[in-house]
């Protein structure tokens, strides 16, 4: 059985494949506070105070109780805290989901760590002296090193078009540490031409295990066109140097995607467009050879929701699982639409990258902020061959956000092992 009709869920002493297992069944062996791992979880950031009727902010976990159902929250959520972002990596040595909090009091930033299978904070949040622009996330890149058990996320540090400082939290440390440099200070004179602009989205940064140097998105407004610009830098924390500064295109890859690892090839994956063309693309970033070429064409789709990518155990190196719209075109997966290939500057510096709608992007992020989950289009979860670009499993809607507590669609997703 392959991908996600293989993908089995341990709930209490049950054994329930996902899709497959009829409803009677999982609400018979569900225990929502000892999730078994292997798991699909998710992240989630809004939930409904049943006393008063209003959205509060919060964070918290959730995972796949079954295919064609819906994502279930467990654990403990955090009141009070809550992100725009969906910044979030997951920890394979403590079985832990490295969160970024954004602290509704005193806009702190933190990093908040969720045991995987309870749900529960692992420790008291980790206040990090950096900040975010105005949606809560914006601004902040954040990626845990598993070869070297710390997670390093990177800020502006007093307010929007400061200095963006480097800190580091290491695996069980309650403090966070300044690793003594800046982004403007270790990068050449004049890298950002006519001003540095925060990008609006989310997995803007990505570590090579065996380097350990944080690879990050940026943008600037470039000299020569007066246009915005993508830039991937590539940051060695341990020394304080900018080893890598590439401007896009990079090869086959036309702009900056969301970025995710991937052990397989050993290269950093991102939906991108195909250099010169309006194709969506996997595009795979080596940072050893610094080319981007192109892993796979992507049918419009099947680009990502919140564009995470993520990868199921004992699928080999090549299945990647993807959330995406469940609505028409959902029953053939065929292209809807030709999307925008144009980069959209915001108020006040902040740019929209092509990959994603700039239409009503401010209000949608103030209803959430505001009011709750603002409504998505029903989402679903399909295994996709990244050697062969066809899909090998889905399943039916499994979120949809905005529309009732506890059902809304996750910031993130990860398989946790």
């Given amino acids: ?71 279930v929250p467990y654990g403990m959520n955090e009141t009070g805290y809550a992100q725009f972002a969906a910044l979030s990596s997951y920890d394979p040595n403590r079985k832990c989901v490295v969160a970024y909090g954004y602290k509704t009091t005193d806009t702190s930033t933190n990093v908040l760590i969720f045991d995987a299978e309870t ?17 809560p996330g914006v601004g ?34 309650q403090e966070s540490k300044d690793l003594g440099f800046t982004l403007e200070q270790i990068a050449p004179r004049g890298l950002f031409q ?48 900018l080893e890598h500064s590439l401007v896009f295109p990079i090869g086959d890859c036309e702009v900056l995607g969301p970025l995710t690892w991937h052990e397989g090839s050993r290269t950093i994956l991102m939906p991108t467009f195909r250099t010169g063309t309006r194709e969506i693309i996997v595009g795979s970033f080596d940072p050893s050879a610094l080319t981007c070429v192109t892993m796979q064409s992507l049918p419009l789709a099947l680009l990502p929701y919140s564009g995470f990518m993520t990868f199921p155990p004992g699928q080999g190196n090549t299945t990647a699982t993807l959330m995406v719209n469940a609505a028409s075109p959902a029953a053939g997966l065929q292209d809807a639409g030709t999307p925008n290939t144009e980069a959209v500057v915001l108020s006040r510096g ?7 709608d700039a239409a009503g992007l401010t209000a949608a992020a103030l209803r959430r902020l505001q009011q709750g989950p603002p409504p998505s289009n ?6 996709f061959d990244l050697s062969t670009g066809e899909v090998v499993q889905r399943t039916g809607t499994v979120c949809m956000s905005g529309v009732a507590p506890g059902v809304g669609c996750p910031g993130q997703l990860h398989w946790a092992l």
């Fill in 378 to 383: 029903p989402q679903m979860l399909v295994d």
């Fill in 119 to 135: 749900g529960q904070l692992v420790g008291p949040p980790v206040w990090v002296p950096v900040v975010s622009y105005e949606f």
């Fill in 194 to 241: 006519l001003g540095y602009l925060e990008v609006l989205g989310t997995k803007l940064s990505a570590i090579d295990p065996s380097t350990g140097f944080f690879w990050e998105g940026v943008a600037r407004n470039s000299t020569d066109t007066k246009a915005t610009e993508f830039l991937l830098l590539g940051v060695n924390p341990d020394e304080g140097r």
């Fill in 140 to 173: 902040i890149r954040m990626s845990h090193d598993h070869e070297r058990k710390r997670t390093i996320i990177t800020g502006p540090m007093e307010s929007y078009g400061t200095s963006h400082g480097f800190y580091v939290v290491g695996d069980g440390h």
């Fill in 350 to 356: 902040l740019v929209s990258p092509p990959l994603q």
């Fill in 1 to 71: 059985m392959k991908a996600l009709s293989a993908i089995v869920v341990a709930l209490g002493t049950a054994m329930a494949v996902l899709g497959l297992v009829r409803p009677s069944e999982a609400a018979a062996a569900i225990d929502p506070n000892n999730v078994k791992l292997p798991a699909l979880l998710g992240s989630i950031f809004f939930d409904l105070n049943h006393t008063s009727g209003s959205w509060e902010a919060c964070e918290g976990l959730s995972y796949l109780v079954e295919g064609d159902t819906e994502f």
